[in-house]
């Protein structure tokens, strides 16, 4: 069988020509997913709260039209209007990475819904508000689009302390699963990707109080060890690309064996 | 017949992912069972675009097509076997190695084979030879490749071609259910015992177009009901083999030990 013409030089993770909303871009798994997505040719909205980490991010990104903005995802009222507009100005999105959380370690004694509640907001409602701006015609691009959450682990583990961040992460997977049959007339797909323990700033900042032993069984629980940003990066490209058009409602897990073992 | 068209007239995609044009021309090989037909055949022509492979099936004529429809036909090794011979595969599997100096760094079990039949007429014949083929086999062939005397610690990554079946139930599957159970249990089991030098993981798909569903898609009306029932629209083979593609190549470096559903959200459409 003859070769197909250029094979070789065209890249199943392309993402040339599309456009893709990925919040957390100033830190961690979405700075990292930023920088893959601009290496596979797609133009980038980066968005984050922490807007002096944003601007650092410039230089981490290669090609253009890249857009940065500074926005707290805890306004999730705000967020369907602000997607319309950024797609009026800079041209309709092909993907959606929400990949910004934050942490919430807390006895439940503790747990107040001062204390829980933008977690909530940030980590899950956040999502749902994303999915809602994204399928709104003159935002999503007409040729279909892939909603990716980063969830965790902890959406199907359990530790003690957890229950919040655990709740927060596992209520994405039942979002995306419905969201998923209810997208794909519209040509959306809506997956998952969850990770175990990676190497991000949020987890050096979990982790400061833990001594060497305790970080050393978080560590054996994972049989491949601890992950890196770029090791979810990549699957979180995998499943925006054509390579992952027929995934919808899917968890992919990223965690080095984690709950497997 | 070119597997490789996309029937729907869907856009091709061609190329590796990424830096993971390996192998070709070396004697690092990934062996893939069940390549004589159906999905392992499909899987095997589009993993031949970047890997040499061993090409493992029952029926040696259509290995041989499955060998000629792959990219750089004569760089594949042919392993010509029943796998229901349970007791010979390590005899069979160590001199097809030996006699070659293969080095097999890539295993994909895609051989399995079913059975439909409701659970008061199953006989134990017909479930062993279910159960041999889609669990034991993958088992037994696993065993043998992280051998030092047999593979040396060649074995980089894994994936076992599962099913949906494994999750769920359906009418006349019970056992094929269950072959499918133990693959993925067996599938985690491996990936914690054999991390970190070896990855291992499984692919569960939904029904692709193939010569193996062509019968059932002509049939308008079981067409349109399992159209439906997939809320993406039945499946090209070529999406699952790029799920098995990423999940044996480095970009999947930290993915071990899992199930990866790859269906168009069959499975989430519970009212299908």
């Known amino acids: 069988m003859s070769d197909p013409g250029n094979s070789e030089f065209l890249n199943p993770l392309s993402l040339e020509s599309r456009r893709v909303l990925v919040t957390g871009a100033a830190s ?3 700075r990292a997913t930023c920088r893959l ?42 967020i369907p209007a602000w997607m319309a507009e950024l797609a009026l100005a800079g041209g309709p ?52 689009g892939s909603i990716v959450f980063i969830s965790s682990v902890m959406a199907s583990a359990g530790a003690s302390g957890a ?21 794909a007339p519209g040509k959306i797909r ?72 | 017949m070119d597997y490789r068209i996309r029937i729907d007239g869907g856009r091709r995609l061609h190329g590796a992912l990424g830096n993971t044009r390996v192998s070709m021309n070396s004697n690092n090989l990934t062996l893939i069972t069940g390549a004589s037909s159906g999905t392992g055949r499909q899987i095997a022509v589009h993993l031949s675009q970047t890997r040499r492979l061993i090409l493992h099936g029952r029926d040696s004529t259509r290995l041989l097509e499955t060998r000629a429809l792959c990219r750089n036909p004569a760089d594949h ?44 007429l199953v006989d134990r014949g017909a479930a062993h030879e279910i159960i041999d083929v889609n669990f034991m086999a993958a088992l037994e062939i696993l065993r043998l490749l992280v051998r030092k005397k047999i593979n040396d610690k060649h074995l980089r990554g894994v994936v076992f071609i ?43 798909p939904g029904a692709t177009r193939s010569a193996m569903t062509a019968a059932m898609l002509s049939d308008t009306e079981l067409r349109s009901r399992m159209e439906a029932d997939y809320p993406l629209g039945i499946g090209d083979p070529d999406d699952v083999a790029w799920a098995v593609e990423y999940l044996l190549s480095d970009k999947a470096r930290w993915i071990t030990g899992q199930e990866f559903v790859v269906d168009g959200g069959r499975t989430v459409n519970i009212t299908a």
């Not at chain 1, 596979?40 to 990104?61: C, F, W, Y």
């Not at chain 1, 809602?132 to 015609?137: E, L, S």
């Not at chain 1, 060497?212 to 090791?231: F, I, K, N, Y």
């Open chain 1, 93 to 144: 999105l092909s993907g959606v990475v929400h990949a910004a959380g934050l942490p919430c370690v807390q006895p439940l004694r503790l747990l107040t819904p001062a204390l829980y509640r933008k977690v909530l907001l940030v980590n899950t409602e956040a999502a749902l508000a994303l999915a809602r701006g994204f399928q709104k015609k003159a935002v999503g691009d007409p040729r279909g």
């Open chain 1, 163 to 183: 229950a919040v961040y655990s709740l927060s992460k596992a209520a994405l997977h039942g979002l995306a699963r419905s969201l998923a049959i209810e997208l």
């Open chain 1, 37 to 78: 997505l601009s290496r596979l040719n797609a133009r980038v909205v980066a968005v984050d709260v922490d807007e002096p980490g944003l601007e650092s991010l410039d230089q981490d990104l290669t090609g253009e039209g890249h857009a940065r903005f500074g926005f707290d995802l805890a306004d999730v009222e705000r």
């Open chain 2, 77 to 120: 090794v042919l392993w010509n076997f029943d796998l229901r011979e349970g007791d010979e595969i390590e005899a069979s599997l160590e001199h097809l190695i030996q006699a070659d100096q293969l080095a097999i760094e890539g295993f994909v079990h895609s051989a399995g084979t079913l059975k439909i039949q409701p659970l008061r």
């Open chain 2, 162 to 204: 599962s099913s949906t079946a494994s999750k769920f139930g359906a009418r006349g599957f019970s056992v094929y259910c269950a072959s499918k159970g133990a693959l993925d249990a067996f599938m985690r089991a491996a990936a914690v015992e054999l991390a970190p030098d070896v990855r291992v993981n499984s692919v569960l």
């Open chain 1, 28 to 30: 961690g798994i979405g």
């Open chain 1, 190 to 261: 809506v997956n998952c990707v969850a990770p175990g323990f990676v190497q991000t700033p949020m987890f050096d900042r979990m982790s400061s109080p833990w001594d060497t032993q305790q970080r050393a069984r978080v560590e054996a629980d994972h049989p491949l060890g601890l992950g890196t940003p770029v090791d979810v990066a990549n699957s979180i490209a995998f499943l925006l690309a054509d390579t992952g058009r027929w995934i919808t409602g899917s968890v992919l897990t990223v965690d080095g064996g984690y709950t497997a073992h």
